[in-house]
């Protein structure tokens, strides 16, 4: 999972829930809006192992570290 930092201008997480809000939803003060990376790797015997690429894999393409923040899990 990749989002926004905290702080960081999200105009599309703006627009989601400022849409939301003019739907009836009054309760929702903030939206965030990022993305969502599954990724399949081959090859890793261990969670640890697979934990560990998928973050190096993130630090060096899938997430700007400037402006967002990201979490890795393994299902």
Known sequence: HVTPRKGVLDPQGQAVASG???L???GVQDA???KVI???IRGVSDEATA???ARKMARELLANEI?????V???
């Open 24 to 26: 009836g939803f009054d």
């Open 51 to 53: 934990l560990e690429q």
């Open 38 to 40: 599954d990724l399949e």
């Open 32 to 34: 965030r809006v990022g």
């Open 73 to 75: 899990s393994v299902l």
């Open 67 to 71: 402006v967002e923040d990201f979490e």
């Open 20 to 22: 939301l809000r003019s």
